[in-house]
């Protein structure tokens, strides 16, 4: 009987025994398991996280490239309107590519200059149409009774223009090609001049009288 009793003490001990391995087996899984899902789960987080971080690094970029292309259009408009366009104030115009005042300054032909008083245009620049004179883009100081003479200015009551040529101005002047005469004492055929005399008629470039001479085809006859 104390053999039979040892035997199954000895039995229920090694039953005990397995079956503690066993929980120790389990166990072990279980903890191995555990780490395993730890695991599992922090690298889950470290990939959500850089996922994060390369959607908002994407995000980042898109907004970069979209204020850099703002950026190049603002700068783009800023030229065309300073390379063109100037600000418009009060009274203003344009002068070519520029906008001016015209309370203050002359456009001449594309060209600015300061304006006075009874400013006009002579060529490119301004002038004081009361102190000067323009002949032909050409200024000259305004005097008396002034005219222009090719790109001169003369007074007319001294001074007598034929063909932009200026003369002395004498009684009765009038031009013969580009001088000045006397028609009271000579006359003029054809831009040859001759003493006057009796002679009232031209015959070619010779002054005649036609009560005593006859002109054949621009020959005395």
């Not at 001990?13 to 066993?22: G, P």
């Amino acid at each position: 009987m104390a053999s039979s009793v040892l035997k199954d003490s000895a039995v229920h001990v090694v039953e005990q025994d397995r079956t503690t391995l066993q929980l120790r087996n389990v166990v072990m899984a279980s903890s191995v398991l555990k780490d395993s899902a730890v695991h599992v789960v922090e690298q889950d987080r470290t990939t959500h996280k850089l996922r994060n971080v390369v959607m908002a690094s994407s995000v980042l970029k898109d907004s970069a490239v979209h204020v850099v292309e703002q950026d190049r259009t603002t700068h783009k408009l800023r030229n065309v309107v300073y390379g063109v366009l100037s600000s418009k104030g009060f009274s203003s115009a344009c002068c070519g590519t520029r906008s001016y005042n015209t309370q203050t300054q002359k456009c001449c032909n594309g060209v600015l200059s300061p304006k006075g008083f009874s400013s006009a245009c002579c060529g490119t620049r301004s002038y004081n149409t009361q102190t000067q004179k323009c002949c032909n883009g050409v200024l000259s100081p305004k005097g008396f009774s002034s005219a222009c003479c090719g790109t001169r200015s003369y007074n007319t009551q001294t001074q007598k223009c034929c063909n932009g040529v200026l003369s002395p101005k004498g009684f009765s002047s009038a031009c013969c090609g580009a001088r000045s005469y006397n028609t009271q004492t000579q006359k003029c055929c054809n831009g040859v001049l001759s003493p006057k005399g009796f002679s009232s008629a031209c015959c070619g470039t010779r002054p005649y009288n036609p009560a005593f001479q006859s002109c054949c085809y621009g020959r005395l006859c």
